[in-house]
C-alpha cells in the first residue's frame, strides 16, 4: 500500500487534482453551512455583479439568486450523479463482463451481442430518451447515465478475464476443487479490478458532463440545483450577462479536469510498467 | 591474419541502476576470445552472464552503464564507439543470435525481405545478387526448401527453423564474432542437437569465433573450447572446457557441475502393487469447428493414450514440444476434458462423474505447475493460498492453518513464509509452496507438468531431491511430465516417450536408456547434450 502512495505521489498533476477534487468534496458537504439559504430563493437585486455587493461573491442571476449558493449546491448533484451513476455502470459492466468472459460460449455470444446493442447508439441520445421516458428526476438521471456508460466496462473486465482465466493460479484453483463463484469472485477479478478503477474514475468525469447536459436541455431533476440548469437558465441572457453560464461552466471544467489528473495518475500508480515503458 | 584476440574485455564492470541488490551487473571482468574459438559463459540467472555479450553489441538494457574498463572487438573499445561506428560493426563483423528466435524476426515480414534489409543497411550484395545469397546462405545452415521460405512468413516455420533463419541472417556478412545468448535454450533436445552441429560447422568452415551464453553444462561440455564461470556478476573460473569440466577449482563450479542430472537411471525404490491410476484409450483432438471459409484444422494432441501408475510410483511422460505430454497431464486433473477414452481412479471412471462429484474427488488428485510464479495468485498471502484448498472441502480454518504451517516447515520454508506474498519469493522458493499447496489435500496422485525447468540447475536439484522424498515419505502415485531425459533418468521408475500425440515407447526407465526400441527414442537420447559430461564423471 505504502509504495502505491508513492508512486501516485510521483505525479504532481495526479495530487493538485486530487487537491481540486478534496475540496469540491468539502463544499459539496457544508454547502448547507456555507450557504444557508436555499440556491432557489431570490435574495438580492438581479444581474449584480461580482462583489458588487457584499454576501454575493459571484453576484445574482436574473432573478437576484445567488450564483455562488447555485455553485455550491450544484456540487452535490453533480458529484452524486457522477459517483452513484458509476457505481451502477461499473456493477454492471464487471457482472456482465465477468460471466461472458468466465463462461464464453453462447453466453459469451449474447452478452457481448447486448452490449454492442447498448454502445451503437449515441451515448446522450439514449440517455436523453431514458430520461424523458422515465420522467427527469434525480434517480431516473442516474439510472440513465449508469444505463449508457456500462459497455466499456463490461468489455474491459472480459478482456482481463479472458487473459486471467488461462493463467496457472486459476486453473490451480479449479485443480484443488475450489466452486465456480469462488474462483471467478475470489481468484479472478481482485486481479482484473486495477485498468477497471482506472477507466471507472473517468467515466466519474462523462457523467458528470452527461448530467449538465440534460439539465442544460431542461432534463434535471428540478428540486435539486445544477450546473448544467445554471447554463441553460443563463443561456438567453448570454449576451447581457456572460459571466452566469461562465462560472458554473467552469466549475464543470474544474472538476472533470481534477478527476481526469488524478485518474491519470491512478492509472500510473496502478500499472508501473507501463509509465516506465512510456519514458 | 593477425593474432590480436577478436574479443578483448579488460577490468570491465558495468553499473545497475542504484537501489538493486549489488552495485554491478558484472565487476571487474576480463575475458579474451581468440580467432575462430568458441568460448561459453555459463552462468545460474542474475549471474551477470549475457551482459558480457550485450556489452560488446552495444546494447546494454536500459540503466545499464559500463563504469570502468574496456571491451574490444578486434582491438577496437565499443564503449567510445560514434553510434555510426556501432551500426556499422553490428552485422557486418559482429552478430548476435538471440534466445527467441519468434520474437526476434518481424512477424509482418517475409523471411528473405528481413535479410535483404540487412544487406541494404550495409550496401552489400545488391538486387539479385542478394536472393541468390540468402538462398546460399539458408541452404547452408539445412533450411528445407529455400526457394520456398524466402518468401515465407516466420509463423509459417517452426522454432528449429526460425533458429536457424536468424543464424543463416547472422551468418549472412561473415562477420568475424557470433555472440550467441542461450541460443537454444527455447528448443527442443533434438533440434538443439542439430543447432549446436550447425554451429560447430560454421567455425570449422569460416573461422568464425563465438560467445556462446548458457546455463546448461550438458551444452557446455559439447560445443566449448573454453569456459568462463560466472557467479553474481564476477568471473569466478576460466579454463579449456577439459580442464573445467574434469578438475574444477571452484567450489560454486564443482556445485553447478555435479547438480546436473546424471543420464544412468538413479536407484529407486520399488513401487507398491496397487494400480492407482489408469488411462485407457484416452484421445484429444483439437481445431474441429470449421468456421465460415475453408475447411477445418484437427490435431489429435493426444491419440490413444494407455498407461498405469501404482501407488508410490513416478511415470515420467517424456516428449518434446507439441507431443501431447501437458495436454495428457491437464486430462487427468481434468482441466482439458478428453473426446474418448476412461481415466480410471481406484477403477472408478473419473469421466463418468457429474462436474460437481467430481469436484469432492478432486482432493485426490493434484497437479504442480510448470512456471512456479503465475501459478501462484500474486494478490495473496502463502497462507491463503495453501488453506483454499482444504477449506474448498470442509476442512476448518484451525486445522487447515496447522496444516499449512507444518508443510511450510516440510518443504524448508519455515511458517514465517505464511505471512508474505508470492512476489518475496525466489523461484525455487515459489515451486516449493506450489508443492506444499499441492499436498494441502493429502492427494494420492500428483500430476508435476515440468516443475522444475523454469529454475537453475542447483535449484532444480534442491526441488527434485525433494520431490522424490516426498514421493516416498507420503506414498505417492507422481506423473512427472517433462521434456529433459536427464531428470527423468533421476526421478522415474518407468517412462512413457510421447510423440505426435502417442506413446512410441512405455516400459522400465533403466530397460529404456540401455536399449531403446524405437527410433524415437534414440533419436531424443543421441540428442541429448553433454553425453561427454557423464563419461567423465564416471
Redesign the interface.
Known amino acids: 500500500m505504502k509504495s502505491f502512495w508513492q508512486r501516485y505521489a510521483r505525479n504532481v498533476g495526479g495530487l493538485i487534482g486530487l487537491g481540486i477534487l478534496g475540496s469540491i468534496v468539502v463544499i459539496a458537504l457544508f454547502a448547507s453551512i456555507l450557504f444557508p439559504v436555499s440556491p432557489w430563493q431570490m435574495q438580492g437585486a438581479p444581474l449584480l455583479y461580482p462583489f458588487e455587493e457584499p454576501g454575493f461573491p459571484l453576484g445574482t442571476d436574473m432573478l437576484g439568486r445567488d450564483i455562488a449558493a447555485g455553485l455550491a449546491y450544484g456540487t452535490r448533484v453533480s458529484l452524486f450523479v457522477g459517483v452513484v451513476s458509476t457505481a451502477f455502470a461499473v456493477l454492471l459492466g464487471i457482472g456482465v463482463g465477468a460471466c461472458a468472459g468466465y463462461f464464453g460460449g453462447w453466453i459469451d455470444d449474447a452478452l457481448m451481442r447486448v452490449t454492442e446493442f447498448f454502445q451503437t447508439i449515441p451515448q446522450l441520445a439514449m440517455a436523453i430518451v431514458l430520461v424523458a421516458i422515465f420522467t427527469p428526476s434525480l434517480p431516473s438521471i442516474v439510472l440513465a447515465i449508469a444505463l449508457v456508460s456500462w459497455p466499456p466496462v463490461a468489455r474491459l473486465v472480459r478482456a482481463e478475464v479472458l487473459s486471467l482465466r488461462e493463467?496457472?493460479?486459476v486453473?490451480?484453483?479449479?485443480?484443488?476443487?475450489?466452486?465456480t463463484h469462488?474462483i471467478l469472485l475470489?481468484?479472478i477479478l481482485?486481479?482484473a479490478m486495477p485498468p477497471v478503477i482506472v477507466t471507472a474514475s473517468l467515466m466519474v468525469a462523462t457523467a458528470i458532463l452527461t448530467e449538465a447536459a440534460l439539465s442544460f436541455l431542461g432534463l434535471g431533476d428540478k428540486n435539486f440545483m445544477s450546473w448544467g440548469f445554471m447554463i441553460g437558465a443563463a443561456r438567453t441572457m448570454l449576451r447581457e450577462a456572460p459571466l452566469l453560464t461562465v462560472f458554473p461552466g467552469m466549475a464543470i471544467l474544474i472538476t472533470v479536469l481534477a478527476i481526469n489528473l488524478a485518474g491519470e495518475a491512478l492509472n500510473d500508480a496502478l500499472n508501473p510498467r507501463l509509465r516506465e515503458r512510456g519514458q | 591474419m593477425n593474432d590480436t584476440p577478436i574479443v578483448s574485455i579488460q577490468n570491465l564492470s558495468v553499473a545497475l541502476p542504484k537501489g538493486g541488490d549489488r552495485p554491478y551487473a558484472i565487476e571487474n571482468v576480463s575475458m579474451t576470445i581468440a580467432r575462430g574459438e568458441i568460448l561459453c559463459v555459463v552462468g545460474e540467472s542474475g549471474s551477470g552472464k549475457s551482459v558480457a555479450a550485450s556489452t560488446l553489441m552495444g546494447l546494454l538494457p536500459r540503466g545499464l552503464k559500463i563504469a570502468s574498463g574496456e571491451a574490444c572487438v578486434a582491438g577496437e573499445n565499443v564503449a567510445t564507439m560514434t553510434p555510426e561506428r556501432l551500426r556499422a560493426l553490428r552485422g557486418r563483423e559482429v552478430a548476435m543470435i538471440f534466445q527467441e528466435p519468434l520474437s526476434a524476426l518481424n512477424p509482418l515480414m517475409r523471411i528473405g525481405a528481413q535479410i535483404v534489409e540487412l544487406f541494404e543497411a550495409h550496401k552489400a550484395y545488391p538486387g539479385e545478387a542478394g536472393r541468390r545469397r540468402i538462398l546460399e546462405l539458408f541452404h547452408y545452415v539445412g533450411l528445407p526448401d529455400p526457394e520456398r521460405l524466402i518468401d515465407s512468413y516466420p509463423f509459417q516455420l517452426s522454432g528449429g527453423q526460425r533458429q536457424r533463419v536468424v543464424i543463416a541472417m547472422a551468418l549472412a556478412l561473415e562477420p568475424k564474432l557470433i555472440l550467441a545468448d542461450e541460443p537454444t535454450t527455447a528448443l527442443d533436445v533434438t533440434t538443439q542437437a542439430q543447432v549446436l552441429d550447425l554451429l560447430r560447422k560454421i567455425r570449422r568452415e569460416h573461422g568464425t569465433s563465438i560467445l556462446f551464453v548458457t546455463h546448461d553444462f550438458g551444452v557446455v561440455a559439447d560445443l566449448a573450447d573454453r569456459v568462463v564461470v560466472m557467479e553474481k556478476g564476477r568471473l569466478i573460473e576460466e579454463g579449456s572446457v577439459d580442464q573445467v569440466l574434469t578438475a574444477p577449482r571452484e567450489p560454486y563450479t564443482k556445485k553447478l557441475i555435479a547438480a546436473v542430472p546424471r543420464l544412468k537411471p538413479a536407484h529407486l525404490p520399488p513401487p507398491g502393487e496397487e494400480i492407482v491410476l489408469s488411462l485407457q484409450h484416452v484421445t484429444k483432438t483439437y481445431g474441429g469447428s470449421s468456421g465460415w471459409f475453408g475447411k477445418a484444422r484437427t490435431v489429435k494432441a493426444v491419440d490413444n493414450v494407455n498407461f498405469t501408475v501404482r501407488r508410490g510410483e513416478t511415470l515420467g511422460i517424456i516428449g518434446e514440444s507439441g507431443s501431447g505430454k501437458s495436454t495428457t497431464g491437464r486430462i487427468i486433473?481434468r482441466?482439458v476434458e478428453p473426446d474418448q477414452g476412461e481415466i480410471l481412479f481406484h477403477g472408478q471412471d473419473m469421466m463418468q462423474l457429474p462436474r460437481e462429484t467430481f469436484?469432492?474427488k478432486?482432493?485426490a488428485?493434484?497437479?504442480i505447475?510448470?512456471?512456479p510464479l503465475?501459478?501462484?495468485?500474486?494478490?495473496k498471502r502463502i497462507r491463503t493460498i495453501l488453506t483454499?484448498?482444504p477449506l474448498?472441502?470442509g476442512m476448518d480454518r484451525a486445522t487447515a492453518e496447522a496444516r499449512a504451517a507444518d508443510l511450510m516447515r516440510y518443504v524448508g520454508l519455515g511458517e514465517a513464509a505464511l505471512d508474505r506474498f508470492p512476489h518475496e519469493f525466489s523461484g525455487g522458493q515459489r515451486q516449493r509452496i506450489?508443492i506444499a499447496?499441492a499436498l494441502m489435500?493429502d492427494p494420492e496422485v500428483i500430476v508435476a507438468d515440468e516443475p522444475v525447468s523454469a529454475l537453475d540447475v542447483s535449484v532444480q536439484a534442491q526441488v527434485l531431491d525433494l520431490l522424490n522424498e516426498l514421493q516416498r515419505r507420503m506414498n505417492l502415485a507422481l506423473v512427472f511430465i517433462t521434456h529433459d531425459l536427464r531428470v527423468a533418468a533421476q526421478l522415474c521408475h518407468r517412462v512413457a516417450v510421447m510423440h505426435r500425440g502417442q506413446i512410441v515407447e512405455y516400459g522400465e526407465t533403466a530397460a529404456i536408456f540401455a536399449d531403446p526400441q524405437h527410433p524415437y527414442t534414440r533419436q531424443l537420447l543421441a540428442a541429448i547434450p553433454g553425453r561427454h559430461l557423464d563419461e567423465i564423471s564416471a
Do not use: C, T, W
Not at chain 1, 171 to 179: D, F, K, N, S, Y
Open positions: 493463467r496457472e493460479f486453473e490451480a484453483a479449479i485443480v484443488l476443487g475450489r466452486p469462488k475470489d481468484e481482485p486481479n | 486433473v482441466l469436484r469432492a478432486r482432493k488428485l493434484q497437479m505447475f510448470q512456471d503465475s501459478s501462484l495468485n500474486p494478490r483454499d484448498g474448498a472441502h506450489g499447496r489435500l
